[in-house]
């Protein structure tokens, strides 16, 4: 394997991490699956990838999100996955199916 290869591949590497789509509200899930939010992101089965930035690229309109990128933003994080089987960010907003704040 080509050592310059794999180094460069590793400095183009953007950190992403993985979170409950719980911590979305159902009205942003649904955008989401839609492909309708108000940032660049990408529906996957269960969820979807979200783009941050470095810095962040765009405002969510999404109240909720607009928080999780701000601490993402401040984290260095630059994608976000959201999926029913990640883990939840304890001290950070869950919804229920019905909207409300758990």
């Known amino acids: 394997?080509?050592?310059?290869?794999?180094?460069?591949?590793?400095?183009?590497?953007?950190?992403?991490?993985s979170l409950s789509s719980s911590h979305l509200h159902p009205a942003t899930r649904a955008l989401l699956r839609r492909n309708a939010l108000s940032v660049n992101a990408?529906?996957?089965?269960?969820?979807?990838?979200?783009?941050?930035?470095?810095?962040?690229?765009?405002?969510?309109?999404?109240?909720?999100?607009?928080?999780?990128?701000?601490?993402?933003?401040?984290?260095?994080i630059v994608w976000l996955l959201f999926d029913a089987e990640a883990p939840v960010l304890t001290g950070l907003a869950t919804f229920d199916r019905q909207g409300s704040s758990t």
């Open 1 to 17: 394997m080509d050592t310059v290869l794999t180094e460069r591949l590793r400095q183009l590497a953007e950190p992403l991490v």
């Open 42 to 76: 990408y529906p996957t089965e269960f969820g979807g990838l979200v783009y941050v930035g470095a810095p962040r690229q765009r405002v969510p309109a999404e109240h909720e999100l607009d928080v999780i990128t701000e601490l993402a933003e401040r984290a260095g």
